[in-house]
T-cell receptor, first 111, second 111 residues
Framework: SQTIHQWPATLVQPVGSPLSLECTVE??????LYWYRQAAGRGLQLLFY??????ISSEVPQNLSASRPQDRQFILSSKKLLLSDSGFYLC??????????FGQGTRLTVV | GEDVEQSLFLSVREGDSSVINCTYT??????LYWYKQEPGAGLQLLTY?????DMKQDQRLTVLLNKKDKHLSLRIADTQTGDSAIYFC???????????FGKGTRLSVIA
């Protein structure tokens, strides 16, 4: 069966520090991978998605970047965090345009 | 427009039925989904419906689809306190593209 792992679960980082959130998927190959951000427990904002290794689509201009160094690994990064980067970050995977399966999320607080 | 619309809040008494409504955007959407998000957790796929169906029932959950009006609803029978969560509807557009999510409906169940 397929599983998705996302870590860490919570993170407190100072303004200006770097960020690296990692997501891995097991039990499938060539998945579509997604990073979402959710502010204040509300709607989902799609940040990045990838349909293959090295293929990243960015949905909104921001202080973040994403990379997919391996087929089932998706990394969200920042060189210098801003206060506005605080939020709940969710990784997800899917096949084609069908349902997406989500990780448990990372609560990021920038102080 | 390209927004999936949902009402933001719904409050029901324990034991009553809950109906969460959603209006989606693309009449050619192939699948429509309902996700549940409990506090501090990722999104859990609850159920889905193919676009050629009008209704789908799964235990306490009933999904109704009105393609003409592009309206989707989720009915939860005998609502319990454990059903308190945010419910997201999502549509799958054509091609290899991410799901489009609504902003979520926060369901509060009053004992």
């Amino acid at each position: 069966s397929q599983t998705i792992h996302q870590w860490p679960a919570t993170l407190v980082q100072p303004v200006g520090s770097p960020l690296s959130l990692e997501c891995t998927v097991e039990g499938t190959s060539n998945p579509n991978l997604y990073w979402y951000r959710q502010a204040a427990g509300r709607g989902l904002q799609l940040l990045f998605y990838s349909v293959g290794i090295g293929q990243i689509s960015s949905e909104v201009p921001q202080n973040l970047s994403a990379s997919r160094p391996q087929d089932r690994q998706f990394i969200l990064s920042s060189k210098k965090l801003l206060l506005s980067d605080s939020g709940f970050y969710l990784c997800a995977w899917g096949q084609g345009n069908t349902e997406a399966f989500f990780g448990q999320g990372t609560r990021l607080t920038v102080v | 427009g390209e927004d999936v619309e949902q009402s933001l809040f719904l409050s029901v008494r324990e034991g009553d039925s809950s109906v969460i409504n959603c209006t989606y955007t693309d009449s050619s959407s192939t699948y429509l989904y309902w996700y549940k998000q409990e506090p501090g957790a990722g999104l859990q796929l609850l159920t889905y419906i193919f676009s050629n169906m009008d209704m789908k029932q799964d235990q306490r959950l009933t999904v109704l689809l009105n393609k003409k009006d592009k309206h989707l609803s989720l009915r939860i029978a005998d609502t319990q306190t454990g059903d308190s969560a945010i419910y997201f509807c999502a549509e799958a557009l054509s091609g290899n593209t991410p799901l489009v999510f609504g902003k979520g409906t926060r369901l509060s169940v009053i004992a």
